[in-house]
């Protein structure tokens, strides 16, 4: 093999030319390259990705060896070593400083299985690396604590600068919070608008969060003083709308997306989620019958200019699994677990773009 001199100053050249494909601008610019070490005939760096459950992590470590191969040399042995750190929409540490990103999970119905996916999409992201965290704002059906098996589950008080924070539930490393913690489970609790905004802010301000990349928020259905109050409380990076199929379902999701769209509380929707989108019998794994109507949600998020983050199928075990108080994500079969996992990169791919590109989120003041 021929004489070659490889230095920094060379990598960091070849790897200006690699862009990253959601953000449009190149590695070195974006601040994405580190750790660059030259032996002989090999160069080793390591790629900082704006989120573990990057999609496209495959595709930039190819580009990476291309562009070292194409401007160093083709006989240099490259290591490419991905890390991430998961970027924020947050503007300074307006209370839970730790949490980086606020995505809430919202539909214009009940029944469209909004709590099963956001169960499984913050398992998803937990199990790809990410630090996730569950609010439960949902306060007529709280549904996390059964879906994870934690419904008899009890947060601790820690006492703190003289003031008494909550301790969330870690379930499966996921870290939630519950009105179904608070409560009963078998006692009807009604909960007034203004108690119930209360109940949220208190998940905000007096749970120890932590570090977190993704903290989801199961919201009620429909539109209502709780997604006022959670946009006037803390800055949300973004809305994910969760629909079926059925024309009801996508006329109420309409009116779900159309409210963070106005302009006194311009939430960026992050996308639109089709669940129950086609049903599958397990002994048929490649069969979808569109049993509800086909490409609702697609045509949703396209009337919107938004992003489409995909397709849940209708399969029997994402019930039985949330029945059962493990999300279906833990089995690892390619039908259901495939499904979420692939929303959930996506969605993690949107909240980087979302962060590169969009102003920072600020508090919503809401003047009634």
């Known amino acids: 093999m021929g004489e070659f001199t490889v230095n920094k100053e060379k990598v960091l050249k070849a790897l200006s030319t690699v862009e990253e494909p959601d953000l449009k601008k190149d590695l070195v610019t974006l601040g994405m390259v580190k750790d660059i070490e030259v032996g002989v005939d090999q160069v080793s760096f390591t790629v900082v990705l704006t989120t573990p459950a990057c999609p496209l992590k495959e595709l930039i470590r ?25 970027t924020s929409s947050r503007q300074g540490a307006v209370m ?10 919202a539909s214009g119905k009940g029944g469209v299985g909004k ?49 008494n ?42 749970t120890h969060w932590g570090e977190l990349d993704y903290l989801l928020i199961d919201l009620p259905p429909g539109t209502s003083d709780i997604h006022l109050t959670l946009v006037q409380t803390v800055p949300v990076t973004g809305a994910v709308i969760v629909t079926t199929p059925q024309k009801v379902a996508l006329a109420d999701a309409n009116k779900g997306l159309a409210m963070f769209k106005q302009p006194q509380i311009n939430v960026p929707v992050l ?32 009337r919107h200019d938004v992003p489409f983050l995909g397709q849940i199928p209708l399969v029997q075990s994402i019930r039985e699994a949330g029945d ?15 499904a979420f996992k692939e929303v959930a990169a996506v969605l993690a791919q949107y909240v ?9 989120t600020k508090v919503v003041e809401v003047r009634v």
């Open 62 to 86: 190819q580009r990476c060896v291309t562009a070292i191969h194409t401007h160093v040399s083709p006989d240099v042995e490259v290591i490419v070593n991905l890390t991430a750190d998961v």
């Open 96 to 105: 839970i400083p730790g949490v980086k990103n606020l995505i809430a999970v």
């Open 115 to 163: 709590s099963t996916v956001t169960a499984n999409l913050a398992m998803a992201l937990h199990r790809s690396g990410a630090k996730v965290g569950i609010i439960d704002a949902d306060i007529y059906g709280p549904s996390i604590p059964v879906m994870f098996g934690a419904e008899d589950m009890q947060p601790t008080i820690t006492p703190r600068d003289g003031k």
């Open 165 to 206: 924070y909550i301790n969330p539930i870690s379930q499966y490393g996921i870290k939630m919070i519950s009105i179904g913690f608070l409560t009963p489970p078998d006692s009807a609790v009604v909960w007034r608008g203004p108690m119930a905004s209360q109940a949220l802010r208190q998940f905000f301000a007096d």
């Open 271 to 302: 996308g639109v989620i089709e669940n129950m989108a086609y049903f599958t019998p397990e002994e048929l794994p490649d069969h979808k019958y569109y049993i509800f109507g086909k490409g609702g949600g697609q045509q949703l998020a396209e």
């Open 324 to 338: 059962e108080g493990r999300p279906v994500v833990m089995n690892d079969e390619p039908v259901t677990s495939g």
């Open 352 to 360: 980087s773009i979302r962060n590169a590109s969009a102003d920072k």
